[in-house]
């Protein structure tokens, strides 16, 4: 290491003022095919929805491509396919919403293959650094049983990791930061 | 293994492009702040109290989006001095600096987001209600593209110091929020600039939230006589550091 880290501060209350923008929400655009809604909340440690958070997401798309800043593993195919989604509490409610595709496998540095998953970064006021989770799909069980990422986690805390079935083309992931059925968080 | 599986031929497992590395460095922890710090109150219950799980870098962490790509990213999105008709009312200053790696490599093309306070201490945020005024010729936000050299700069005003509900007299010190996307959802990093001599630091929980007195001197922008423009914008200099590259992903928890 040559040069020294900038530290981690809270991103405040102000977030919104820079930012969330309009599309910011949308890692495909409007009418594509198979696309997908995942929506849920975020909560504290007391239960109560947490209304100034800010989720971001990175994942593949259904052929295990990145749109990647620089290319890694070839250019995602899909047309207006970003990848990325950043939702900025635009809710009020402590609900968050992406517009997404479900992504496809990708390798696992062992050589295998990761199950379906979307990367994820929660901030908020009095969260002094980001939170890094995943969000895994719980209608693909068996990639899942052999995904080395939830082989890490508990057992018994896997299902904080789910998106589970939420009618037609929609999954609900909600987030706990603390307490009962507190989310998994990873540390990368 | 799934038909989800099957379907994926061996030429889709790419190899990593020649710059994208297998895995970062793990965040040292003496260089940020914990995610419970008393003395901030609002991290009480908006902290983990499981650890963390320990999760090797994969391709999902060591990728990152191309948001220059995305949004819209015009030279006036750097100058917040004229995003209205009018000339806002403050210190006029330019930001500028680097954006590196800890291995010294600079982050070329990289995104970097800015938010801030007006001169009187108030965003422009409904949320905002203290009794400062909001100034109709700023809205305190901006955004560059770091150039070849890792780069950006910055046309702004002096945020000022504000209050705050944290405890009794509780203020925060002047400082302007920095979001850095960086190359890879690993480097992802938001910090906020402050500036030197504040005297507001020793009673700032967030501030001390980095137990680290050199730690902390990284987030305070150094005065520069050099770059101040005659006549014109005192300069800060401010350069920001993102984890860089493993020398090997085979490493262990710590």
Known sequence: MIFAPTPSQTVGPYFAIGLPWPEGPRVVPEGTPGAITIAGTVYDGAGEPVPDHLIETWQADPEGRFADLHGHGGRSSLPGFRGFARCGAEYGDGGFAIFTVKPGPVPDPAGGLQAPHVAVTVMARGMLNRCVTRIYFADEPVANDNDAALHRVPAHRRHTLLAEPDGDGAYRFDIRLQGDDETVFFSI | ?254
Request: hydrophobic residues 35%.
């Open chain 2, 1 to 254: 293994m799934t038909d989800t599986h099957q379907t994926v031929s061996q030429e889709r497992i790419y190899a990593p492009v020649a710059d994208t590395p297998a895995g970062y460095v793990r965040e040292d922890p003496a260089a940020h702040p914990p995610l419970h710090y008393p003395g901030y109150k609002s991290t009480a219950l908006r902290h983990p109290r499981e650890p963390l799980v320990y999760l090797p870098n994969t391709i999902s962490e060591v990728t990152g989006p191309a948001l220059g790509e995305v949004l819209p990213v015009t030279a006036r999105d750097a100058d917040l001095l004229a995003q209205h008709g009018g000339d806002p009312i403050g210190e006029r200053i330019t930001v500028s600096g680097r954006v590196f790696d800890t291995e010294g490599k600079p982050l070329r093309n990289t995104l970097v987001e800015v938010w801030q306070a007006n001169a009187a201490g108030r965003y422009r945020h409904r949320m905002d209600r203290w009794p400062a005024p909001l100034d109709p010729n700023f809205s305190g936000a901006g955004r560059c593209l770091t150039d070849d050299e890792g780069r950006y700069r910055f046309l702004t005003l002096k945020p000022g110091p504000y209050p705050w509900g944290n405890h009794y007299n509780a203020w925060r010190p002047a400082h302007i929020h920095f979001s850095l996307l960086g190359r890879a959802f690993a480097q992802r990093l938001v910090t906020q600039m402050y500036f030197p001599g504040d005297p507001f630091f020793p009673y700032d929980p967030i501030f001390n939230s980095v137990a680290d007195e050199r730690a902390r001197e990284r987030m305070i922008a150094r005065f520069s006589i050099h770059d101040t423009e005659p006549d014109w914008a005192a300069a800060y200099a401010f350069d920001i550091v993102l984890r860089g590259p493993a020398a090997t992903i085979f490493e262990q928890p710590r």
